[in-house]
C-alpha cells in the first residue's frame, strides 16, 4: 500500500481537483429553476386581500388577435426618426405606425424587451407562462417540450375560452391539445420563406369573420427565415415585411368595419408583436440589444383617453408627436390574462402594464392637453382604483409564486432577499388599506394617495422581476472563472505527475538520457489540441463522433506509415484503419438516429444504400450475428485463461462464459424467429438479466474481497496483471453487453482487436530493425488512440451527449417498473459502459503485453509504466474536458448554450469524474 | 527540351528542371481552373465532378510527360514504357488515396462514387502518378520517399513534398466540412480539393526552394 501511495496520491489529488472545480463551475453555470406543477384557478381569489368583482379581473375585451412575426426587429416597427440613420429595412410596416399616429389612444407601439435565450421555442414558453425559462427547468421531462408549467393558454381553456392558432407549428408542441382548431405548418425548414406565412394568410382573414374563437393565434415565420437565410439587409425581407404590411392593412381595415357596437369585433383587441428581435445576419439566441429588442404593436377598435403622464415610460419624438415605451415581455402575459378576465399564470412574474392594459380598459374620457375637470378627475380615480385592483391581485399572485417557490424548491432565493420582498409587499399592503380608508371621506386627497400605492405595488414587482433575472438568467462569471482555474491547476498537476513518473521511470532503468520529444507524443499533443479546439464550435460538438473518428484514423494512418517504415506488423495497422473505417460507419448510424430527434441537424441519409436483402435473411442475419459473436468472445475468455492457474480468475471468466450463455438465451426468448421463445418468455424476461446482473455483481466483489485474504506473491508480474485485467473486464462486460442489446458482443469484438492492434503497434516508431527491445520509451500515441477509440465507442454504440440520446430501453432491462437508484445506475453503464468503464479497466493491456523483461527486478518498473499510461489517459480526458468547460464559458450567450453546450458539459463532466473514480480504483486493483 | 530534361536527369536534377517541372504543373492547374471557368463557365461548386476532371485533364498530361522525363535508368526503360507505368500508377494511387479517404470519413455512398473518383485520379496525379513515373515500382525508392521521408537530392524533394503537401492540405481542407454555414463548398470533395492543391502548391514552392538552395549548395562545395 505504501508503494501505492507513491504515486496513486497523484489520482486522488486529482479527482478530488476535478470533483471541486466542477462543482464551483456547475453552480455559476447551470442555471436552474423549478417548475411548479400548481396552476391558478379562479376561487383562489378568496385569500388574496384585494377586491374582485368576478374571477380575478373584469374582463375587458372579449375577443383577441394575437399575430406573432417571429424575429421581428425593433425597428422594422418603430418610425424611422427614432434611429440615427433611415435603414432600407426600416418603415416597411406603414400601416402599424399610421395607426399608432392616428389613434394615440387606442393603438401604440411598444418597444418589448424579451429575456435570453432568445430562441422562438424559449420566448413562447416565457411569454405564456410569465416566466424566465432557463436551462434546467427541473420537473420537465427532457424530451417532449410540452409545457407543464400553468400558462396563459392553459387558462384560457381553463376558463372556457376557445382558442384557434395557426402558423407555426412550435405552438402545437407546446401546448399539444389546447386548441379548438390549429393550422400548424412546419418550421423546420428554414430554406422555405413562404409556406408557413401562406398557411397563416389563408386562414387568418376568413376567420376574422367567423364567430366560434375568443383567441386567434397566428404565427408567421418568413421573417426568421428570410433573416437566417439572406440577413436583415436584403430582398427577400423587405419583401417579406411589404407583404406583412398588405396582410396586416387587410386585418386591421376587416377589424374596423366589424367595430360597430353589436358586431362582432366590438370588442376586440389586436396584438402585432415579435417574439425576439435578430442581428443584421438574421442570428439570434443571445441576449445582444438587437436580439432581445423586439415590438409589441396593440390597438383597440374603441375611441379611448389617454394615461396620465405618470404611468408612461416612453421616449417620445416631438416631432411626429408619437411616443414610444418600453415593455418588458415578462409583463405580456399576465397584461392580457388581465384584459381577458382569466386568472394570473401561477408562475408568471411580470406585472399588469398600465400602458398597454390602459388601451382596452378605458372608463374615462379626457384629453392629455385639456386641464382636468371634477369629472374627468372621478373617472381618473375610478379607472385608477381599477387598476389598483388588478395590480394588487397582481402582487399577490407573485408573492404567492415567490412563497410557493421558495417553499418547494431545492435551489430557492435567500432568506435576506425573502425577507426584503415580504417587507415591500407588506409596505403595500399597508399603503392599501390606508387609502381605502381615505377613500371614504374625500375624494380629493385619494388621487395621489392611489398614486402612491400604484408605487408601492410596482416597487414589489420590480424588485422581484429583477431579483429572479439575476437568479435564472445570469450567470456567476466570478463561480465559472474560479472552477476553469481549478482546471487548469488540476491539469498542472497531471503534467507535474507526469514527469515525475517519467523520470522515475528513466531512473530505474538507469538510462542517462532523457527520451526527448518523439513524434509520437507531438502528434499525441497536437491531436489532443485539435479536439480542444474543435469544441469550441457547435457543429463539431454535434458531429464530435466523426471528428474523433477522422483522428482516429489520421493517427491510425501515421502507424501505418510507421509500420511500413519499419516493415512490419503491416496487417496490424491495416486491420486498425479498417475497424476505424467501421466504426464511422457505426457513428454514421448513429448520427442518423441523432438527426431525427435534434432540433439542430436536419436528416442526412445520403450514405445509405437501401438494403435490399430479401428481409427474412436480414432480419435472420440480425439475430445469429450477436449471439455468434458472443459465443467467440467466450471462445477468447476461455483461450486466454485456460494457459494460467489462478484460482478466482478462472472461477469470474467461467461466470461470465455462463453469463454470456444467459444473453444468448434471452436473446433468443425475445426474437420471434425461433419458436422455443415462446416457453421461455414468462420466465426469462426479468430473472435472466437480473441473474446476469448479480453474478456480475458476485463477480467484482470475490476480485475485490479475494485477494485481501490470500496473499500471493507472484514472480511472473506480467502474467497476474494480465489475469487480472481478464478477468475484471470479464466481470463487467456481460452487464454491458446486455445492457448494450446486440450491437453489445459485436463492439467488444471490435474494440478489443482494436486495442490488439494498437497493442501490438504500440511504440512502432521506436523500433528498430533488428527486434523489439526498446523499452525507454513511454509513447503516448497508443493511449490517445484508446482514448479516442473510447470516445468513438460512445458514439457507435447510439449515444450523443444530450439527453434524448440516453438509452432510456437499458433502465428497463430486466425491470418492468422505475425505481430511481437501479434504473439510474443500469442507465450509468448503459452509457459510459465501453466508453469509460472498459476503457479504463482494460488500460493495463498496454502494460501486460509490453515487451518489457519479465523479471522481479522490474516489478516498479511495470507499476511506473501502469500509472503513467492512467495519468496520460486521465491527462487526456481532462484536456479535452477543461476545453469543454472553457468552450461553454465562452459560448454562453450562444443560440444553443441551453441545446447543445450544457448538454455536452453535463456529459463530459459526468465522465470525467467517473473516469477519475475509475483511474484511482483501478490503480488500487491492479497495484 | 526532352532530350536535355533526359540528359541531365542521368545524373541529377537541376534546380532549373525542377523550377520548370513545377512551373509547368503549377500552370496547368490554372489552366484548367481558367478553362473550367471562362470556356465551360462551371466551378468546383456549380459542378464539382466536370471541374475536377477538366483540371485532372490538364494536369494528368503534364504531369505525367514531364515526371516521365526524370526517369532513373533511362537507358533501361524507354519514354513510352515510363509513361505507361505512369499510367498504371494513376488508378493505383486514385484506389489509395479514396481509401484513405474514406477511412477519414469521406461519404460513402453510390452518388458521391463519380465525385470521389474524379477527386482521387486528380490527388493521385499529385502525389502517386510522379513517383511512379520516376522510380516505377522500386519498392526501396517508394519506402525513402514516402515511409521515411529522407528525400535525397531535388529529385526526390520534388516527388516527396508536392505530394506531402496535396494530403496534408486536404486533410486540412476537411476541417470546414461539418461546420453549419451551409455554404455549398462544404460539400464533399470541393474544400477537400482546394485544400489538397493549396497543399501541392505550397509543396511545390518548398521543392523549388529546396532545389535552388542545394543546388546553390553543391555549387558552392565544387568551387
Known amino acids: 500500500m505504501r508503494g501505492w501511495w507513491r504515486f496513486g496520491k497523484w489520482t486522488a489529488l486529482i479527482m478530488f481537483l476535478h470533483i471541486i472545480a466542477v462543482l464551483i463551475f456547475t453552480k455559476g453555470f447551470l442555471l436552474t429553476r423549478t417548475e411548479l406543477p400548481h396552476s391558478s384557478h379562479c376561487s383562489d381569489l378568496s385569500q388574496s386581500p384585494c377586491h374582485s368583482s368576478s374571477c380575478w379581473t373584469k374582463p375587458a375585451v372579449d375577443r383577441l388577435i394575437i399575430i406573432v412575426l417571429d424575429a421581428l426587429r425593433f425597428d422594422f416597427v418603430a ?79 381553463q376558463n372556457g375560452k376557445r382558442v384557434v392558432m395557426m402558423g407555426d407549428d412550435t405552438w402545437t408542441q407546446l401546448f399539444p391539445n389546447h386548441f ?39 404565427h408567421f415565420l418568413g421573417v426568421d427565415h428570410a433573416g437566417h437565410i439572406y440577413g436583415v439587409d436584403s430582398t427577400p425581407m423587405i419583401e417579406k415585411l411589404e407583404q406583412y404590411n398588405v396582410v396586416l392593412e387587410k386585418v386591421i381595415e376587416e377589424l374596423q368595419n366589424q367595430s360597430g357596437p353589436g358586431k362582432l369585433h366590438e370588442n376586440s383587441l389586436l396584438v402585432v408583436m415579435g417574439d425576439h428581435g435578430q442581428t443584421l445576419n438574421g442570428d439570434h439566441g443571445g441576449g445582444s440589444p438587437e436580439e432581445v429588442e423586439t415590438s409589441i404593436f396593440a390597438m383597440s377598435f374603441k375611441d379611448l383617453p389617454s394615461l396620465p403622464s405618470e404611468f408612461v415610460s416612453s421616449s417620445c419624438e416631438p416631432s411626429k408627436n408619437m411616443c414610444i415605451s418600453s415593455i418588458p415581455q415578462l409583463d405580456f402575459a399576465v397584461t392580457v390574462s388581465s384584459l381577458l378576465g382569466v386568472p394570473f399564470p401561477f408562475g408568471s412574474i411580470g406585472r399588469v402594464n398600465p400602458e398597454l392594459y390602459a388601451l382596452a380598459v378605458g372608463t374615462w374620457n379626457l384629453d392629455d392637453n385639456r386641464t382636468w375637470n371634477n369629472q ?58 390606508n387609502s381605502s380608508f381615505y377613500k371614504n371621506e374625500s375624494s380629493n386627497t385619494s388621487l395621489p394617495v392611489l398614486k402612491r400605492q400604484i408605487g408601492a405595488y410596482f416597487e414589489f414587482l420590480s424588485y422581484v422581476a429583477e431579483l429572479a433575472r439575476s437568479k435564472w438568467t445570469e450567470f456567476n462569471l466570478k463561480m465559472m472563472g474560479t472552477g476553469i482555474g481549478i482546471m487548469l491547476l488540476s491539469l498542472y498537476c497531471h503534467i507535474l505527475a507526469i514527469r515525475k513518473l517519467n523520470k522515475s521511470y528513466g531512473g530505474s532503468l538507469l538510462l542517462s538520457r532523457d527520451s526527448g520529444i518523439s513524434f509520437g507524443l507531438l502528434l499525441a499533443s497536437f491531436t489532443v489540441l485539435m479536439r480542444a479546439s474543435s469544441l469550441l464550435s457547435n457543429s463539431y460538438i454535434l458531429k464530435e463522433g466523426k471528428v474523433a473518428n477522422f483522428l482516429l484514423a489520421t493517427t491510425g494512418i501515421v502507424t501505418l506509415r510507421f509500420s511500413f517504415m519499419k516493415n512490419k506488423m503491416l496487417l496490424e495497422a491495416a486491420t486498425f484503419l479498417l475497424l476505424a473505417f467501421i466504426f464511422r460507419i457505426a457513428i454514421e448510424v448513429g448520427l442518423n438516429k441523432q438527426a431525427a430527434t435534434s432540433q439542430f441537424m436536419s436528416a442526412s441519409s445520403s450514405w445509405m444504400l437501401g ?103 507472484t514472480s511472473n508480474y506480467k502474467g497476474s496483471l494480465f489475469v487480472k485485467m481478464i478477468s475484471i473486464l470479464s466481470a463487467c462486460s456481460s452487464t454491458v453487453i446486455i445492457l448494450q442489446g446486440k450491437q453489445g458482443p459485436l463492439v467488444a469484438l471490435g474494440s478489443l482487436l482494436a486495442g490488439y492492434c494498437m497493442m501490438r503497434l504500440q511504440g512502432i516508431e521506436q523500433h528498430t530493425l533488428r527486434g523489439a527491445e526498446v523499452i525507454s520509451i513511454l509513447d503516448p500515441l497508443p493511449i490517445l488512440q484508446w482514448s479516442l477509440l ?10 450523443w451527449c444530450a439527453f434524448d440520446g440516453l438509452r432510456y430501453g437499458a433502465a428497463f432491462i430486466g425491470f418492468d417498473d422505475f425505481v430511481l437508484v437501479p434504473q439510474a445506475i443500469l442507465l450509468t453503464i448503459d452509457t459510459f459502459g465501453f466508453s469509460h468503464i472498459l476503457s479504463v479497466l482494460g488500460l493495463p493491456l498496454f502494460v501486460a503485453f509490453s515487451s518489457m523483461p519479465n523479471q522481479t527486478e522490474h516489478r516498479s518498473l511495470f507499476s511506473i509504466k501502469l500509472f503513467w499510461i492512467f495519468m496520460v489517459y486521465g491527462l487526456i480526458t481532462a484536456t479535452t474536458v477543461t476545453a469543454t468547460i472553457v468552450c461553454v464559458a465562452i459560448q454562453r450567450r450562444h443560440l444553443m448554450v441551453w441545446g447543445l453546450f450544457a448538454p455536452k458539459f453535463v456529459f463530459d463532466v459526468v465522465g470525467l469524474i467517473l473516469t477519475d473514480v475509475l483511474i484511482f480504483v483501478a490503480s488500487i486493483y491492479y497495484f | ?222 568551387e
Open chain 1, 79 to 157: 418610425p424611422s426618426s427614432f434611429f440615427e440613420q433611415k435603414q432600407p429595412w426600416m418603415d416597411r410596416l406603414k400601416v402599424l405606425q399610421r395607426m399608432a399616429l392616428e389613434n394615440p389612444s387606442s393603438a401604440k407601439i411598444f418597444k418589448a424587451i424579451a429575456d435570453p435565450p432568445t430562441t422562438s421555442l424559449q420566448r413562447l414558453k416565457g411569454l405564456t407562462t410569465g416566466a424566465l425559462p432557463t436551462f434546467i427547468d427541473v420537473g420537465n421531462s427532457f424530451g417532449a417540450p410540452a409545457i407543464v408549467e400553468d400558462n396563459f393558454i392553459k387558462q384560457l381553456i
Open chain 1, 180 to 218: 379548438n382548431e390549429s393550422y400548424p405548418y412546419p418550421s423546420f425548414n428554414v430554406k422555405d420563406l413562404d409556406t408557413v406565412d401562406n398557411g397563416c394568410i389563408e386562414h387568418l382573414l376568413p376567420s376574422l369573420h367567423q364567430q366560434d374563437w375568443d383567441v386567434l393565434i397566428a
Open chain 1, 376 to 433: 374627468d378627475e372621478t373617472k381618473l380615480e375610478e379607472w385608477l382604483q381599477n387598476y389598483v385592483n388588478v395590480i394588487c391581485t397582481n402582487s399577490w399572485q407573485v408573492k404567492r409564486y415567490i412563497d410557493v417557490y421558495s417553499a418547494s424548491s431545492v435551489i430557492g432565493f435567500s432568506s435576506e432577499d425573502l425577507f426584503h420582498i415580504s417587507d415591500l409587499y407588506a409596505k403595500a399592503e399597508e399603503n392599501r388599506s
Open chain 1, 611 to 713: 438494403i435490399s436483402i430479401s428481409e427474412s435473411l436480414w432480419t435472420y442475419m440480425a439475430e445469429i450475428v450477436p449471439i455468434l459473436a458472443l459465443i467467440i468472445l467466450g471462445y477468447f475468455l476461455y483461450k486466454a485463461i485456460s494457459s494460467y492457474r489462478w484460482g478466482i480468475a478462472k472461477c469470474v471468466i467461467m461466470g461470465t462464459i455462463f453469463s454470456y450463455l444467459l444473453i444468448a438465451l434471452h436473446w433468443i426468448s425475445e426474437s420471434n424467429v425461433l419458436d422455443l421463445a415462446h416457453f421461455l418468455k414468462g420466465f426469462g424476461k426479468n430473472y435472466i438479466p437480473r441473474t446476469i446482473y448479480s453474478i456480475g455483481l458476485g463477480q467484482l466483489l470475490l476480485l475485490a474481497f479475494v485477494p485481501l485474504f490470500s496473499k500471493e506473491e
Open chain 1, 790 to 799: 473510447a470516445v468513438c465507442l460512445f458514439f457507435a454504440t447510439g449515444h
Open chain 2, 1 to 222: 527540351m526532352k532530350e536535355e530534361l533526359e540528359k541531365s536527369s542521368q545524373s541529377t536534377t537541376s534546380s532549373f528542371q525542377v523550377f520548370f517541372i513545377h512551373v509547368c504543373c503549377g500552370v496547368a492547374l490554372a489552366v484548367g481552373f481558367w478553362v473550367a471557368r471562362n470556356v465551360y463557365s462551371i466551378n468546383l461548386i456549380s459542378d464539382p465532378t466536370t471541374t475536377l476532371r477538366l483540371i485532372w485533364a490538364f494536369e494528368f498530361p503534364v504531369v505525367i510527360l514531364l515526371f516521365s522525363c526524370c526517369r532513373q535508368k533511362p537507358e533501361k526503360c524507354s519514354y513510352l514504357k515510363t509513361i505507361a507505368r505512369g499510367l498504371l500508377g494513376l488508378p493505383i494511387g486514385a484506389l489509395l488515396n479514396a481509401l484513405g479517404a474514406f477511412a477519414l470519413g469521406a461519404p460513402v455512398g453510390l452518388q458521391y462514387l463519380e465525385k470521389t473518383v474524379s477527386w482521387s485520379l486528380l490527388m493521385s496525379s499529385f502525389t502517386f502518378v510522379p513517383t511512379a513515373c520516376v522510380y516505377g515500382s522500386c519498392w526501396t525508392d517508394w519506402h525513402r520517399i514516402f515511409a521515411c521521408t529522407k528525400p535525397k537530392g531535388p529529385l526526390d524533394f520534388m516527388l516527396c513534398l508536392p505530394a506531402h503537401g496535396a494530403v496534408i492540405g486536404a486533410w486540412f481542407g476537411a476541417w470546414p466540412m461539418p461546420l453549419d454555414w451551409e455554404r455549398p463548398w462544404q460539400d464533399w470533395p470541393i474544400c477537400v480539393s482546394y485544400g489538397a492543391m493549396a497543399g501541392y502548391v505550397v509543396g511545390m514552392v518548398g521543392s523549388i526552394g529546396l532545389a535552388l538552395t542545394h543546388t546553390g549548395g553543391k555549387q558552392l562545395k565544387a
